[in-house]
């Protein structure tokens, strides 16, 4: 089955500063999807790369897929403590659609 | 409703006791999945449904766990005899229909603590 890697597990970075979340899979990925939980919450979507080499930004959020290395990044641009919470990548493997693996997410704290 | 609603969005229950999660999906979404999710892990695949019939219920982790969606619409994930270690927070998605390129929504979850 595939597993998805996030790295780091957890994050702390002042407000202001940049970050990058990696997920690599250990298959291959016909589709990554970002998701942003705050906890006690549910999912809270944010992304969805269908393609290698794609990339796409919304507000300060840039996610890319690397098909090859079958890897995709998350990065944040000038990071504010509404960005704080658990970042997680979910993938199919089959391009199915339905059955998303998903990572163990990456814990971000954001300090003022 | 705007978006995927799950309820109870908490329950305490008593080992061996039964347990009902209701799912209401985003209006007109066909493909409904549920999922669970343990403390410090991501969440984990359970059922999959395409209109009223489960596509896939691999992820059932054994015969207590049951799932239905019998208009298509609102889906009930039922538990049997619940056990310490089913206590997680179940979560509901949907999509307008299965398949990459559709935005999966996923709903507050609801919180099971089994005593």
């Known amino acids: 089955s595939q597993e998805l890697e996030q790295s780091p597990q957890s994050l702390i970075v002042q407000e202001g500063k940049n970050l990058t979340i990696n997920c690599t899979s250990s298959?291959?990925?016909?589709?990554l999807y970002w998701y942003k939980q705050k906890y006690g919450e549910g999912l809270i979507f944010l992304m969805m790369?269908?393609?290698?080499?794609e990339e796409k930004s919304h507000e300060k959020i840039t996610a890319k897929l690397d098909e090859k290395k079958q890897q995709s990044s998350l990065h944040i641009t000038a990071s504010q403590p509404s960005h704080a919470g658990i970042y997680l990548c979910?993938?199919?493997?089959?391009?199915?659609?339905?059955?998303?693996?998903f990572g163990k997410g990456t814990s971000l704290l954001v300090t003022p | 409703g705007a978006g995927v609603s799950q309820t109870p969005s908490n329950k305490v229950t008593e080992k061996g006791k039964y347990v009902e999660l209701r799912c209401d999906p985003i209006s007109g979404h066909t493909a409904l999945y549920w999922y669970r999710q343990s403390l410090g892990q991501g969440p984990e695949f359970l059922i999959y449904?395409?209109?009223?019939?489960?596509?896939?219920d691999s992820g059932l982790p054994n015969d207590r766990f049951f799932a239905v969606r019998p208009e298509g619409s609102v889906s009930t994930l039922k538990i049997q005899r619940t056990e310490r270690g089913d206590s997680a927070v179940y979560l509901c998605?949907?999509?307008?229909?299965?398949?990459?390129?559709?935005?999966?929504?996923f709903g507050e979850g609801s919180w099971l603590t089994v005593v």
């Open positions: 790369l269908q393609k290698g080499g």
């Open positions: 449904f395409q209109g009223t019939g489960a596509a896939d």
């Open positions: 979910g993938a199919d493997s089959g391009n199915s659609g339905y059955a998303l693996n």
């Open positions: 298959k291959t990925l016909y589709g």
């Open positions: 998605a949907s999509s307008l229909s299965p398949g990459i390129g559709n935005t999966i929504y």
